[in-house]
């Protein structure tokens, strides 16, 4: 998760975020030579008083400022496209999993399973329990198997919400009467943490997303004991 001071993405926990991370360390090192590229340019022509008359009108540098940045742009839409499209792969997901935006809250329905469904609160301040983080917290978790591929279906009851994990690179609007989906691949045991990403009203702020990704056995028994809860 996020901590104080911290400049970059949040520790990549699904295999599309590392490749959004990649895909950002390219763009920016390009970004990098561009301006670094620029700065001298400009630096050159304030600072020096000799002008070549071969600059002034030349076909070929014309001909190399027009195609190099038709090249810098297409080595950033390649990848870019790559990534696009894996993210809406949704192939044979072996858990779906539906999550209902309401004021101010989320409720999740383990739709393969027959009564396997929850609200999810966050944790009030004064409830909290050392080691828990503030206004981050859940009385109930979603909880999802490691290195499966799990589809999640979303909508909202009421106003628009956005369901967004920044570890697991998944963010996805809530609308209300439409069903909207994504998917994700927990690469490891952990919880991790997100929010309601889209205004909602008065509390928006305190409707937490808290996913706990635990091996496939202790999965089974997690929703053994929710089952006969319910």
């Known amino acids: 998760m996020a901590h104080p001071s911290q400049l970059g993405f949040q520790n990549a926990a699904s295999p599309v975020m590392e490749e959004l991370l990649h895909f950002h360390d390219h763009a920016l090192m390009i970004v990098f030579l561009i301006s670094t590229l620029v700065l001298y340019i400009i630096l050159a022509m304030v600072t020096t008083k000799l002008t070549n008359k071969f600059l002034l009108d030349s076909q070929e540098i014309e001909i190399i400022w027009t195609v190099l940045p038709a090249i810098i742009l297409i080595l950033i839409a390649l990848p870019s496209l790559q990534i696009l499209y894996l993210m809406d792969e949704i192939n044979n997901p072996h858990l779906t999993i539906k999550a209902v935006g309401h004021q101010w809250y989320w409720s999740y329905e383990y739709t393969d399973y027959e009564d396997l469904e929850f609200d ?21 978790r979603m909880v999802v198997p490691v290195e499966s591929p799990i589809r999640i279906l979303v909508s909202a009851e009421d106003v628009l919400h956005s369901w967004a994990v920044p570890s697991l690179s998944v963010k996805m609007d809530a609308v209300p009467g439409r069903l909207n989906q994504t998917a994700f691949i927990v690469s490891r045991p952990g919880v991790f943490y997100g929010q309601c990403s889209e205004i909602c009203g008065a509390n928006h702020s305190f409707m937490p997303i808290v996913v706990e990704a635990v091996t496939l056995e202790h999965f089974e028994n997690w929703s053994s004991l929710k089952l006969e809860d319910a």
């Open 120 to 140: 999810s609160y966050m944790i009030p301040t004064q409830d909290l329990i050392p080691g828990q983080f503030r206004l981050l917290e859940a009385d109930h």
